[in-house]
C-alpha cells in the first residue's frame, strides 16, 4: 500500500511571503498527486492535484511540483494571505490493493498579518 | 450538482451506546469512502465501498464498527458500542474513479462522553 509522509507539521509566515509544502510517498506506482485545503470546522477541499505525466502545475498563487525519481512532491503557495490559513493536506493512491486516497498527516499554516 | 451530506453534523453520545452516522454520495459516484480525523491528526482512511460492495475496510479500527451501503446509494457507519477513543471527525467523500476526484461530505463530530 501507500505511505505519505508530510512535512512541516505547522507552518507560519508573514503575509506576503511564500509557503512551501512537502510530501514524500512510497508507492512508485502512484500516478495522481491532490493536495486539499481544511479550514476550521469546514469540509477538506481540493485545491489542486497534479498528475505523474508532469512536472509541474500552476493555478494562480498555487504551484504543485513533481518528482517522481524521488517520490516526493510539494505545494508552493505565494503571495500569502490570511485566507490562506488552514490544514494543508496531501494525499496519493496506490496503484495496488487499496485504491482510496492516503493522507499526510496535515500541516496547519498560518499567515501572520 | 448537490454535494455530499452527511448526517448529523453533530453527536454526542455516552460510552456504550450506539451511534449511526449516514452519507449521501453524490448522485452517480459509485465510490464511497469513509474517513476520520482524531484530535487534529491525519485524515485516517476506514473503508472504501464500489457501489455497493466493499472494496477495502483494512481500515476499519475493529469489529465495533459496520458500514453498508444500501443498493449502492446512501452509506451508514455505525459504531456499537461506543468506546472514547472513538471520538472524531468522520467524513464520507464520494468519486467517480477510484483514488482520485474526491468530494468530501461536511463532516460528522462524534463525541463520546
Known amino acids: 500500500g501507500e505511505n505519505v509522509e508530510q512535512h512541516p507539521s505547522t507552518l507560519s509566515v508573514q503575509e506576503g511571503d511564500s509557503a512551501v509544502i512537502k510530501c514524500t510517498y512510497s508507492?512508485?506506482?502512484?500516478?495522481?498527486f491532490p493536495w486539499y485545503k481544511q479550514e476550521l470546522g469546514k469540509r477538506p477541499q481540493l485545491i489542486i492535484d497534479?498528475?505523474?505525466?508532469?512536472g509541474e502545475k500552476k493555478d494562480q498563487r498555487i504551484a504543485v511540483t513533481l518528482n517522481k525519481t524521488a517520490k516526493h512532491f510539494s505545494l508552493h503557495i505565494t503571495e500569502t494571505q490570511p485566507e490562506d490559513s488552514a490544514v494543508y493536506f496531501c494525499?496519493?493512491?496506490?496503484?495496488?490493493?487499496?485504491?482510496?486516497?492516503?493522507f499526510g498527516s496535515g500541516t496547519r499554516l498560518q499567515v501572520q498579518p | 450538482e448537490a454535494g455530499v451530506t452527511q448526517f448529523p453534523s453533530h453527536s454526542v453520545i455516552e460510552k456504550g451506546q450506539t451511534v449511526t452516522l449516514r452519507c449521501d454520495p453524490i448522485?452517480?459516484?459509485?465510490?464511497l469512502y469513509w474517513y476520520r480525523r482524531v484530535m487534529g491528526k491525519e485524515i485516517k482512511f476506514l473503508l472504501h465501498?464500489?457501489?455497493?460492495?466493499?472494496?477495502?475496510e483494512s481500515g476499519m479500527p475493529n469489529n465495533r464498527f459496520l458500514a453498508e451501503r444500501t443498493g449502492g446509494t446512501y452509506s451508514t457507519l455505525k459504531v456499537q458500542p461506543a468506546e472514547l477513543e472513538d471520538s472524531g471527525v468522520y467524513f464520507c467523500?464520494?468519486?467517480?474513479?477510484?483514488?482520485?476526484?474526491?468530494?468530501f461530505g461536511s463532516g460528522t463530530r462524534l463525541t463520546v462522553v
Open positions: 467523500a464520494s468519486s467517480q474513479v477510484a483514488g482520485s476526484g474526491y468530494t
Open positions: 508507492d512508485s506506482a502512484s500516478n495522481y
Open positions: 497534479i498528475r505523474s505525466n508532469v
Open positions: 494525499a496519493a493512491p496506490s496503484r495496488t490493493g487499496r485504491r482510496a486516497l492516503t
Open positions: 448522485s452517480g459516484h459509485d465510490n
Open positions: 465501498f464500489v457501489k455497493e460492495s466493499k472494496q477495502d
